[in-house]
């Protein structure tokens, strides 16, 4: 039977990216120093479209994690790659406003 719902394709580099991104972002300083250069091959495995989406996806993470208030992945992510941090912040400015305006005092308060 056919869908009328749009799937999300997903590919493997990127999906690999965002597991361990994620990973990456969870561990404590010194074993994310240790698995640095394993996230940045899988970053560089990606296209500029899955960058972009990468970006997206850490932008909303931010977000989520700022309404927990939780520390957000922006330091860990300068660290990283300084680019893929620029995308991040663009991807946040682009957000609905009500996300946009809370990340933007955000920023103003911890400045």
């Not at 990127?14 to 990456?24: F, T």
């Not at 074993?31 to 296209?47: D, E, G, K």
Request: proline share 4%; aromatic share 6%; no cysteine.
């Amino acid at each position: 039977m056919p869908s009328t719902i749009a799937e999300l394709h997903l590919s493997g580099p990127y999906r690999h990216a965002q597991r361990a991104l994620a990973a990456w972002l969870d561990l404590g300083h010194a074993a994310a120093r240790r698995s640095l250069f394993q996230v940045r091959a899988a970053l560089a495995a990606l296209n500029a479209a899955e960058r972009h989406q990468l970006a997206r996806w850490l932008a909303w993470l931010a977000v989520a994690q700022q309404s927990r208030q939780q520390a957000t992945p922006q330091g860990r992510i300068l660290r990283l790659d300084h680019t893929l941090l620029q995308a991040m912040e663009e991807a946040m400015a682009r957000l609905p406003s009500g996300f946009a305006q809370t990340q933007t005092q955000t920023r103003r308060l911890s400045a």
